[in-house]
């Protein structure tokens, strides 16, 4: 059974750093991309950008790019989301969700959230 | 960058009845690049629909999507209690990118 398990809720203060993690089972880790999906509060899903971990490929949205930093681990079938100096901005939920195949075009299995709250 | 337009935005139903849902694309898409997701509150998004009409595993039979172009449908033939969430529509861009609509509330009329 594929499983994407993520770290738990973080709350931190504006200027810290942060790397939260999604830990995946149940098929071969390092020949699917893994995506990170940011939801605001009351809002929308927005897509943050994407690894490949056989080759460390990585793609960001245009509109984060620089923001954020997306890496993998495929010797412990773990992908990561890091910030180096936090914002009040990014609070929010953070998802990963991996992407079904190099020709596929959706997300079909997605973590239970990690929510980030940055406040001082 | 292709935008996607969701109608409307919240939708009042009744239990039983058709729900359908519009998702509007900027540009003419692939329909392999289109795809929807159910999400229930305090939960993550669940993949429904993908290449704008095959059903995911394991989704019920009265779910379905159609469409081509810039216009896609999701449509709920009958509506269950447990159908009631906020529905988005999404789309893969070259670059890549994947962009989401803004999400259709069906709520319980």
Same mark, same amino acid.
């Given at each position: 059974?594929?499983? /994407?398990?993520?770290?738990?809720?973080? &709350?931190?203060? %504006? *200027?810290?750093?942060?790397?939260?993690?999604?830990?995946? =089972?149940?098929?071969?880790? =390092?020949?699917?991309?893994?995506?990170? &999906?940011?939801?605001? %509060?009351?809002?929308? /899903?927005?897509?943050?950008?994407?690894?490949? %971990?056989?080759?460390?490929?990585?793609?960001?949205? %245009?509109?984060?790019?620089?923001? &954020?930093?997306?890496?993998?681990?495929? =010797?412990?079938?773990?992908?990561?989301?890091?910030?180096?100096? /936090?914002?009040?901005?990014?609070?929010?939920?953070?998802?990963?969700?991996?992407?079904?195949? =190099?020709?596929?075009?959706?997300?079909?299995?997605?973590?239970? *959230?990690?929510?980030?709250?940055?406040?001082? | 960058?292709?935008?996607? !337009?969701?109608?409307?935005?919240?939708?009042?139903?009744?239990?039983? @009845?058709?729900? !359908?849902?519009?998702?509007?694309?900027?540009?003419?898409?692939?329909?392999?690049?289109?795809? +929807?997701?159910?999400?229930?509150?305090?939960?993550?998004?669940?993949?429904?629909?993908?290449?704008?009409?095959?059903?995911?595993?394991?989704?019920?039979?009265?779910?379905?999507?159609?469409?081509?172009?810039?216009?896609? !449908?999701?449509?709920?033939?009958?509506? @269950?209690? @447990?159908?009631?969430?906020?529905?988005?529509?999404?789309?893969?861009?070259?670059?890549?990118? +994947? !962009?989401?609509?803004?999400?259709?509330?069906? @709520?319980?009329?």
């Amino acid at each position: 059974e594929v499983q /994407l398990v993520q770290s738990g809720t973080e &709350v931190k203060k %504006p *200027g810290e750093s942060l790397k939260i993690s999604c830990e995946a =089972s149940g098929y071969t880790f =390092s020949t699917y991309w893994i995506g990170w &999906v940011r939801q605001m %509060p009351g809002k929308g /899903l927005e897509w943050m950008g994407m690894t490949y %971990p056989g080759d460390s490929d990585t793609r960001y949205s %245009p509109s984060l790019q620089g923001q &954020v930093t997306i890496s993998a681990d495929k =010797s412990i079938s773990t992908a990561y989301l890091q910030w180096s100096s /936090l914002k009040a901005s990014d609070t929010a939920m953070y998802y990963c969700a991996r992407r079904r195949g =190099s020709w596929e075009y959706y997300f079909d299995y997605w973590g239970q *959230g990690t929510l980030v709250t940055v406040s001082s | 960058e292709i935008v996607l !337009t969701q109608s409307p935005g919240t939708l009042s139903v009744s239990p039983g @009845e058709r729900a !359908t849902l519009s998702c509007r694309a900027s540009q003419s898409l692939s329909s392999s690049y289109l795809a +929807w997701y159910q999400q229930k509150p305090g939960q993550a998004p669940r993949l429904l629909i993908y290449g704008a009409s095959s059903r995911a595993t394991g989704i019920p039979d009265r779910f379905s999507g159609s469409g081509s172009g810039t216009d896609f !449908t999701l449509t709920i033939s009958r509506l @269950e209690p @447990e159908d009631f969430a906020v529905y988005y529509c999404q789309q893969y861009g070259r670059s890549p990118t +994947w !962009t989401f609509g803004q999400g259709t509330k069906v @709520e319980i009329k």
